[in-house]
C-alpha cells in the first residue's frame, strides 16, 4: 500500500516528461506509449488507460503534444500523438531539471554514504 | 469481438463532453481497451480474465472520470459540426452550420457553380417579374393620397373611353359634390425657340388646377394661377424636370425668364419636381386656354382631353361614378345635339395605367414559377445524387449519435446557402435581363420608369431564395437523414436504394412537363406575332421614313405662310436623293393618335347625333397615297389643284364606301363633314389599319376620310400645324437618310426642327410591343426550362449508366451488341421524357388558354404548335440520353465486373 503510494507520487512528478521523451523521436499511439513504459522501467512503472489517457488530453490541450488519428491498410484508425515545438522546449526544460534534481539527490544521498 | 463502447460511454456519462469529444474518446479509449484484451489473452488469460482485467485498469477507482474531469470540464461544450448539438435552442451552431456548409461548397465547386447557376436562372427570372409586378401594379402612384385620384372618360357609343369636350368638362368641374376638385390635360407638340437650339418638344396643355388636385408643389417657382388659365392669357410655362435640366443646366434663377413656345412668347413660372411624371416625354406644361383653339369652344369636340379628380375625403368612387352618370344625363337633355347617349366612366388613375397590361404580367409571373420549379427540380436531382456519394459521411455522424432533425437541418442549410448565394446572382441576372428586354422591346409596359431594384425586390428575392433552398433541399435532405448507417457503412460509396431513383425520375418528368408548358406559350406567342407581321395593314411600311416637325415661328404669323411652308419642305425634301416621294399628314396609322369626325350623307343641315356618324380623319398633301401606297379602288388621289379655289373634295376608303353607297360608285357623291361642311367624294382608297394590326377589325369606327391640306380653312390651320408628320418613301434604308432630310426641313433659317424620326416598320412593330415583350419573355422562360430540362434528363441519365454499369457490363459479357445497349438505356430515359411530354401536353391545353386573349390567328389549343414543341423536347431528351448511353457501350465487361 506504502509502496503503491509513492509510486503514485513518482509518477505524478515525472510522468509528463516521461511521455514527451517517448514521443520526442517519433509519433507514437496511447497503447504503445503505455506498453514502452512498461517495458523499457521493466514492470516498476505501469500506467493504465484511466491515469494515461487524461494525461494526453492534458498535454494536448496545453499544446505540448498534438493528436492525429491515422488509419493505416487493414487498421481500425488510431490517434497518434506527436510532439509540437512548444512540447519539445518544455522537454528540454524538463529534462535540464531533473537531471539537475538527480544530480542534487545523489550528492546529498553520497555524502551520508561515505 | 467485446464491445467496448458501452462500458467507455458509462464512464463519461456525467461528464457532459461535448457529443463529438465523446466519440472521439470513446474510439481511442476502445482501440486501447481491445489492444489490452488481446494482449492478456495471447499471455493466456481467460477471456473472462482478459475482460475483467481491462475493465479494471479501464475503469477502475473511478480514475478515468476523475482525470477527465480535470481536463475536459474546463472545456465549454464544443459545437457539433456533425449534427448532434444539444437540444433545446434550434439556432445552437447554426454558425457551425453555415461554416461547415461553406466548405462543403467549397469543396465541390463544379457541383457548387451548376447548382448555383441553375437556380440564378429561375431566381433571377422570378425577381425581373416581381420588379415589374411590383413597380407597374404594387406600387401607389407618385401622388399623395393616390387612392383618391381618378381618371374620368367621357363614354360614347363609340367608345368606352373617350377623352372628353372641355365645356363637359367645366360643366362637369361646376355641378359635381363627390370631387374636391377636377384637371383636365392634353399632350401636344411644342416648338421651342428664342433659348439657344430651336427644337421641337412635347409637352402637355394642363388646367391650372391639375397639379393642385394632383397634390403636387412645384420644385422652383409656383404653379399656375387661375387667371393665367383663362382665355386670352398670356403664356407661362412650367417646365419638367429633365428639361429644366437638359436644356437649362438647372439653373435656379429660371423663373421669370423668357422663350417662345410655338412662337409666342413665354414666362417660366416654375419648375415641377423630378419625381413627377404625368407623362414621361412631357418637357413642357402650359395652361391649357393658352392653347385658344376654336375647339375648345366646340361640345362636339373633345381633342384628347383627359380628366383627372380628387375625390373629396370619405367619397366612394361608386358613389363619384353614380354622380357623373346623373350629370352627364342631365347634360344629354340640356345638350341633345351633342351629348346624346353620353356618359362618363370613373376609374382609378392607376387601374387606368395598368389594367390592360396586369394580365399579361400575372400570367407571365405564374409562368416564371414554372421556371423556378424546373430549377429546383434540377438542384435536388443534383443534390440526390451528391447525397449518394456523401452516404458514408451521413452514416458516420448517424452512428455518431447525429439527430435526425440535426442532420436535416445542416443539410437544408446548404441548400439554402445555395439558393442565397443564386439569389444573388440572380438579382444581377434580373436586373441586367430586365433592361435588356426593356431596351428590346420600347413603349411595351406603362410605368416602366418605376421598374428597379427597390427594397421589395430585395425583399422578396431573399425570401424567395430562402423558401427555395428549402423547397429543394427537403427531399435530398430527408433521404439522406434516413440512410441506414450499417446498411451505407457497409455498403461503401457504391450506392443504389430506389426510393432515390424514384423520386429523380418523378422531378426529371415534371421538368419535362413544365418546359412543354412554357414552350407551347412561347410558340403561340411567337406564331401570333408572326401572323400579326404577316398581316396587310392597307399600306407599305417598308422604306418609309417619318418625323415630326415644326415650322419656323416666322412663317406660322399667317395661314398661307403655313401653306407656303409646307410646299417649300415637301419640294426641298423630294430633291434629297433616295427619296421618291414626300408628304405631310395629320395623322399615322398605328401610332398612338387618332381623330375623329363627324359625317352625314348628302349636303343638308346635321341630322341628330343617332345619324351622325364618326369617321377617321387624316388631312393629307397630294403624295400621301403614293408614300404609303395605298390603292386606288376607284376614282382619283389629291391633286395640287385640291386647293382653296377649287370645291371641297375628299377620298374615301373601300369600307365606307361600302357601308354609305352599297352597290353605286361613291365618286361624284356627297358628304357633310362637321366644321368643314360639303364635300365632294373623288375617289376611293383601300382601308388602312389605324387601330393596330389585330384591334383594327374589331374596332366601332372604320370608316376613314382623307382631306387635302391645301382645302383646310384658315381658321383650323394653325391647329394643324403642331403634332403634323413628314412621311417619306425611299429607296434604300430609311434612316441612311435622316441627316440629309434634317438639313432641308431646317431650311435656310435654321429654326425648323424635326423630331420622333422612325421609320414606318418601327411604328409598326412597336404597335404590337406589348405582345412582342410577352413572346419575349416567354421565349427567355421557354429557352431555360428547355435547357435546365436537357441538363436534367442528361444527369439523371449519366447517372444511371453509372449506377448500371455492373449490369451492362455483364450483358455486354453475355454477348449485348452495342446497339441493344445503346437502346436499353436510351429506353429508360425515353420513358421519363415521355411522361413529361404527356402530362406537360395535358397541361398545356389547360393552361395556354389563360393566353387566348394575346393570341392572333392561331387558338391556345393549336396542334403544330402541340406537335413542333413535343419534336422539339423529344429531340432534345433524345439527344440528351444518347450521349450517356454512348458511354454505356463503353463499358469493358471486365473491368465492370471487378468493379464490384
Not at chain 2, 475536459?72 to 452550420?97: V, Y
Amino acid at each position: 500500500m506504502e509502496e503503491q503510494a509513492i509510486d503514485r507520487e513518482w509518477k505524478k512528478g515525472s510522468a509528463e516528461l516521461l511521455l514527451l521523451s517517448l514521443l520526442e523521436a517519433v509519433p507514437r499511439h496511447g497503447y504503445e506509449i503505455g506498453k514502452l513504459i512498461e517495458q523499457r522501467s521493466q514492470g516498476a512503472l505501469t500506467f493504465h488507460a484511466a491515469s494515461l489517457y487524461p494525461l494526453l488530453y492534458r498535454l494536448e490541450k496545453r499544446g505540448l503534444i498534438q493528436g492525429r488519428w491515422v488509419e493505416k491498410s487493414g487498421q481500425r484508425r488510431r490517434r497518434y500523438y506527436q510532439l509540437t515545438a512548444k512540447g519539445r522546449k518544455v522537454l528540454a526544460a524538463q529534462k535540464q531539471g531533473w537531471e539537475r534534481f538527480v544530480e542534487a539527490i545523489s550528492r546529498v544521498t553520497r555524502v551520508e554514504n561515505a | 469481438m467485446l464491445d467496448w463502447n458501452a462500458e467507455i460511454r458509462k464512464q463519461l456519462a456525467g461528464l457532459n463532453l461535448a457529443p463529438a469529444r465523446e466519440a472521439e474518446i470513446v474510439e481511442e479509449l476502445a482501440q486501447h481497451a481491445e489492444d489490452r484484451y488481446r494482449e492478456l489473452e495471447s499471455g493466456g488469460a481467460s477471456e473472462s480474465e482478459a475482460r475483467r482485467a481491462v475493465l479494471n485498469e479501464l475503469t477502475g477507482h473511478e480514475l478515468l472520470a476523475a482525470g477527465l474531469r480535470g481536463v475536459e470540464r474546463t472545456d465549454a461544450p464544443e459545437p457539433a459540426a456533425l449534427g448532434a448539438a444539444g437540444k433545446g435552442n434550434i439556432w445552437a451552431g447554426i454558425g457551425q452550420d453555415l461554416r461547415y456548409g461553406f466548405r462543403t461548397l467549397r469543396q465541390s465547386p463544379g457541383f457548387t457553380t451548376v447548382a448555383i447557376l441553375a437556380l440564378a436562372l429561375g431566381i433571377g427570372a422570378n425577381t425581373a417579374i416581381f420588379s415589374v409586378v411590383n413597380g407597374v401594379l404594387l406600387q401607389p402612384l407618385g401622388y399623395p393620397n393616390p387612392a383618391q385620384l381618378l381618371k374620368i372618360y367621357e363614354t360614347t357609343p363609340e367608345f368606352s373611353y373617350a377623352s372628353v369636350p372641355y365645356l363637359d368638362y367645366l360643366d362637369w368641374r361646376n355641378s359635381n359634390r363627390s370631387f374636391s376638385d377636377l384637371g383636365i390635360y392634353r399632350n401636344d407638340d411644342f416648338n421651342f425657340t428664342g433659348a439657344g437650339e430651336p427644337e421641337q418638344i412635347s409637352g402637355e396643355y394642363v388646367s391650372a388646377s391639375l397639379f393642385p388636385v394632383l397634390g403636387v408643389a412645384p420644385l422652383l417657382g409656383r404653379a399656375f394661377l387661375p387667371e393665367e388659365d383663362r382665355p386670352g392669357a398670356a403664356c407661362s410655362v412650367m417646365l419638367s424636370h429633365r428639361f429644366w435640366q437638359r436644356r437649362f443646366g438647372r439653373d435656379r434663377n429660371i423663373v421669370g425668364r423668357r422663350f417662345a413656345l410655338n412662337a409666342a412668347s413665354c414666362v417660366v413660372v416654375g419648375v415641377m419636381p423630378e419625381s413627377f411624371r404625368l407623362r414621361d416625354a412631357a418637357q413642357v406644361y402650359v395652361p391649357l386656354e393658352v392653347w385658344n383653339s376654336p375647339e375648345l369652344r366646340m361640345r362636339g369636340s373633345s381633342p384628347g382631353l383627359m380628366v383627372i379628380g380628387r375625390l373629396k375625403p370619405g367619397v366612394t368612387a361608386t358613389a363619384a361614378r353614380a354622380e357623373m352618370v346623373s350629370i352627364c344625363q342631365a347634360l344629354a337633355r340640356q345638350y341633345p345635339a351633342t351629348n346624346v347617349a353620353h356618359g362618363a366612366a370613373v376609374i382609378s388613375m392607376k387601374d387606368d395605367i395598368v389594367q390592360s397590361i396586369r394580365p399579361t404580367l400575372l400570367l407571365l409571373a405564374g409562368a416564371v414559377g414554372f421556371v423556378l420549379i424546373i430549377a429546383c427540380a434540377n438542384v435536388a436531382n443534383l443534390l440526390l445524387a451528391r447525397s449518394t456519394a456523401r452516404k458514408r459521411e451521413f452514416a458516420i455522424r448517424a452512428a455518431l449519435g447525429a439527430e435526425r432533425a440535426r442532420v436535416v437541418r445542416q443539410l437544408l442549410t446548404e441548400s439554402v446557402l445555395l439558393s442565397v448565394g443564386a439569389g444573388v446572382a440572380g438579382l444581377l441576372l434580373a436586373r441586367w435581363g430586365m433592361s435588356l428586354v426593356l431596351a428590346a422591346v420600347p413603349g411595351s409596359l406603362p410605368r416602366s420608369g418605376e421598374v428597379g431594384i427597390d427594397l421589395y425586390v430585395l425583399l422578396f428575392t431573399l425570401i424567395v431564395s430562402i423558401v427555395t433552398g428549402i423547397l429543394f433541399g427537403l427531399a435530398p435532405a430527408f433521404h439522406s437523414a434516413n440512410a441506414n448507417p450499417q446498411e451505407s457503412l457497409k455498403e461503401g460509396t457504391r450506392g443504389a436504394g430506389g426510393g432515390r431513383h424514384r423520386a429523380e425520375s418523378v422531378f426529371v418528368a415534371v421538368e419535362v412537363a413544365l418546359a412543354v408548358i412554357l414552350l407551347s406559350g412561347a410558340g403561340l406567342m411567337m406564331q401570333s406575332v408572326w401572323r400579326l407581321l404577316k398581316v396587310d395593314p392597307g399600306f407599305n411600311a417598308h422604306n418609309v421614313l417619318t418625323m415630326q416637325v415644326a415650322l419656323s415661328p416666322k412663317v406660322m404669323a399667317s395661314p398661307s405662310g403655313i401653306r407656303l411652308a409646307y410646299r417649300q419642305i415637301l419640294s426641298r425634301v423630294t430633291q434629297v436623293p433616295g427619296v421618291q416621294s414626300a408628304a405631310i399628314a395629320s395623322l399615322i396609322p398605328l401610332g398612338d393618335s387618332d381623330s375623329e369626325i363627324p359625317f352625314w350623307q348628302g349636303t343638308g343641315p346635321q341630322p341628330p347625333p343617332d345619324r351622325t356618324k364618326l369617321a377617321m380623319f387624316t388631312i393629307i398633301t397630294p403624295d400621301y397615297p403614293k408614300v404609303m401606297e395605298l390603292p386606288l379602288r376607284r376614282g382619283r388621289f389629291f391633286t395640287e389643284r385640291d386647293n382653296l379655289a377649287s370645291p371641297p373634295v375628299a377620298m374615301i376608303d373601300d369600307v365606307l364606301a361600302r357601308h354609305l353607297f352599297p352597290g353605286q360608285n361613291p365618286v361624284g357623291q356627297r358628304l357633310s363633314l362637321m366644321v368643314v361642311g360639303p364635300v365632294e367624294i373623288v375617289g376611293v382608297v383601300g382601308h388602312v389599319k389605324h387601330w393596330g394590326l389585330d384591334s383594327d377589325d374589331g374596332s366601332k369606327i372604320r370608316d376613314q376620310i382623307y382631306f387635302p391640306t391645301m382645302q383646310v380653312p384658315d381658321k383650323f390651320m394653325a391647329d394643324g400645324v403642331t403634332g403634323l408628320t413628314l412621311l417619306l418613301r425611299t429607296e434604300s434604308e430609311p434612316m441612311s437618310l435622316v441627316s440629309a432630310v434634317r438639313a432641308q426641313v431646317a431650311g435656310p433659317t435654321r429654326d425648323q426642327p424635326i423630331h420622333a424620326v422612325q421609320t414606318m416598320e418601327q411604328i409598326v412593330s412597336t404597335s404590337l410591343a406589348e405582345r412582342r415583350f410577352t413572346m419575349l419573355v416567354l421565349m427567355i422562360f421557354a429557352a431555360t426550362a428547355l435547357l435546365l430540362a436537357a441538363v436534367g434528363i442528361y444527369g439523371v441519365m449519366s447517372y444511371a449508366v453509372t449506377r448500371r454499369v455492373h449490369e451492362l457490363g455483364i450483358r455486354a459479357a453475355l454477348g449485348a451488341s452495342r446497339q441493344e445497349i445503346v437502346r436499353l438505356v436510351l429506353r429508360e430515359g425515353m420513358r421519363l421524357a415521355a411522361i413529361g411530354l404527356g402530362f406537360g401536353l395535358l397541361a398545356a391545353l389547360a393552361l395556354t388558354r389563360l393566353l387566348a386573349d394575346l393570341l392572333y390567328g392561331v387558338r391556345p389549343a393549336d396542334p403544330p404548335t402541340l406537335l413542333a414543341v413535343t419534336v422539339l423536347l423529344g429531340g432534345i431528351a433524345l439527344v440528351a440520353c444518347y450521349i450517356p448511353a454512348r458511354r454505356a457501350t463503353a463499358v469493358d465487361p471486365v473491368v465492370a465486373l471487378r468493379s464490384e
